[in-house]
């Protein structure tokens, strides 16, 4: 299971001061102009003793292959540990570590989905 990534959608925003576009995130290769249509995520996480803490540690490759070969790809894709709170109905899993992963990477403003 992984997340597949891909550019953004360009969203409009309206406030009382008027309407602001804002621009779904690209996806890069670190130090390129290279723009990619999407990359594969794999997630490792590491659940916290109390029951209701989850570590995530994204890790971006160019595709599923890659992947499967160890090949990490540097992208402007934020790859920095992050932590969550889960709700008391929820278990600490992959499954919920995935949703928390998607929800993350969309608030970055791209587009993700679990694959």
Do not use: C, H, W
Request: negative net charge; aromatic residues 10%.
């Amino acid at each position: 299971m992984g997340i597949l990534l891909s550019k953004g959608n360009t969203k409009e925003v309206v406030t009382e001061e008027g309407t602001t576009t804002i621009e779904g995130t690209s996806i890069f290769i670190k130090g390129t102009e290279i723009e990619l249509t999407n990359v594969y995520v794999r997630i490792e996480f590491k659940a916290s003793l109390d029951g209701r803490t989850l570590t995530i540690y994204p890790s971006v490759f160019l595709n599923e292959f890659e992947y499967s070969k160890g090949n990490e790809l540097a992208t402007n894709v934020n790859t920095n540990a992050f932590e969550v709170a889960i709700l008391e109905t929820e278990i600490q899993s992959i499954d919920t570590a995935l949703a928390y992963s998607v929800e993350k990477f969309t608030d970055y403003g791209f587009n993700a989905e679990i694959i």
